[in-house]
């Protein structure tokens, strides 16, 4: 009797561990799945932020394009881009109808794109109204990417998104229905370097001393830590603890890039002492014609971009990055991967002059400035052109490029300034 007591506690002990085992184990299960819930609405929710401040930019540069080319290559990108975003909206946990007007909106805009596409194709003129109507578009989704951005959600429950929406839904609750009848950094990579083209790799001892040569220190002082492959093989090395990062080609033995990770200390320079600081570094490398274009101050460092200069045409593939510390002047930042990259010799003369090529930009904008300049495309070429510098409706600063053979708007960039430096969108 006892032994079978004693198998009966036994088999329920086991019946118990077994139970909570299921229970740990269903409820470890419920947890991935709720985190896997999560993590798709907050990666729907990054994809719609990123959608909607994409049609923004295009609907500001779509109401400056002056050319049949330039509108139905912003309109095709306003048609994809609102598409995605519908599809990022109807992923999140909204649960009623409270947001069907900014659907709309969304909806909307890449209708009257594709209404615009259509009507460029044909030939027809974008008329006032249409422009007005592209205006108030812009306006809309300015407000929609400021909430956007303005949103912080860890979507604990599925009501979070849906409450901390509703201002946005209140605020496109009067948004009209519409009645129908659109730098360069980014393009300089995806190809294969020209300045090493024909070069002979060079040893990794050899590349060691030339790494050490531009920092100023000694062979001994670096250690080769793992190289990089793909389109611009490097060898690479660091220095001061692993503190500083310097790579060299392998093709050549050029520096294509160092780091300085030291923590900067209070700001004592400004953005002219670091041009300066800069300038002077780059003619210390033997690199001269370097023209400054853009600037972005970031963690106290301020980072400066030149292009390369040739016989006066600016040369954007040609760029230069070169970083310096706000406390002390210090480069900390060098990357010339894009001038390695791209730079050659080049027969560069202009078809159209300066007065022929703004007869192309938009009226909609003043000229202020104008130079030639040369661009990367998408398509991994190169296009002169004349770059007009331009005031907007709003008094924002545009940068037009117009084809310097064909007349046509090869691209629309807007300025943005600020304390922490110019950039462009």
Not at 173 to 195: E, H, V
Not at 232 to 245: D, K, Q, S, V
């Amino acid at each position: 009797m006892r032994k079978q007591t004693a198998m009966t506690y036994f088999c329920v002990v086991l019946l118990v561990l077994a139970l909570g085992g299921a229970a740990v184990y269903n409820g470890m299960q419920a947890e991935r799945y709720k985190r896997t819930i999560e993590y798709n609405y907050q990666r729907a929710l990054n994809d719609l932020d990123d959608h909607v401040g994409n049609i923004e930019t295009a609907l500001d540069k779509a109401t400056y394009a002056n050319t049949i080319t330039e509108q139905n290559i912003l309109a095709a990108k306003l048609i994809r881009e609102s598409g995605m975003a519908q599809s990022s909206l109807a992923t999140l946990p909204v649960g009623d109808n409270s947001l069907d007007n900014v659907s709309k909106f969304i909806a909307q805009v890449g209708d009257f794109s594709l209404a615009m596409a259509n009507h460029v194709s044909a030939g027809q003129k974008i008329t006032p109204d249409e422009f007005k109507t592209m205006r108030s578009l812009e306006t809309y989704s300015k407000k929609l990417t400021s909430d956007m951005q303005n949103l912080d959600l860890d979507f604990t429950g599925a009501q979070t998104f849906h409450d901390a929406m509703q201002e946005t839904a209140k605020d496109f609750s009067n948004f009209p229905s519409l009645i129908y009848d659109g730098p360069f950094a980014d393009n300089i990579m995806n190809q294969k370097p020209k300045l090493t083209e024909g070069k002979a790799t060079i040893p990794q001892g050899n590349a060691q001393t030339l790494a050490a040569q531009f920092l100023g220190t000694t062979q001994d002082k670096l250690t080769h830590v793992q190289d990089t492959a793909g389109n611009l093989p490097t060898y690479n090395f660091t220095a001061n603890n692993g503190e500083i990062r310097v790579c060299v080609t392998k093709a050549g033995g050029l520096i294509s890039c160092m780091t300085n990770s030291r923590k900067t200390g209070d700001t004592k320079l400004g953005y002219d002492e670091a041009l300066k600081k800069a300038q002077a570094f780059l003619r210390e490398k033997g690199m001269s014609n370097m023209k400054e274009s853009y600037y972005a101050i970031n963690d106290n460092i301020c980072l400066i971009n030149f292009a390369y200069s040739q016989d006066g045409i600016i040369c954007y593939p040609d760029l230069v990055k070169v970083g310096v510390a706000l406390d002390n002047g210090e480069i900390v930042r060098y990357d010339a991967a894009g001038y390695i990259m791209n730079h050659h010799s080049r027969n560069l003369s202009a078809k159209l002059t300066a007065q022929q090529a703004q007869k192309s930009v938009s009226s909609n904008l003043k000229v202020q400035q104008c130079r030639i300049a040369l661009i990367p495309t998408a398509s991994k070429s190169e296009k002169l052109t004349y770059e007009f510098l331009c005031t907007g409706m709003d008094n924002e600063e545009i940068l037009v490029y117009i084809n310097a053979e064909t007349g046509l708007e090869q691209d629309i960039l807007i300025l943005q300034k600020s304390d922490n430096g110019v950039l462009t969108k």
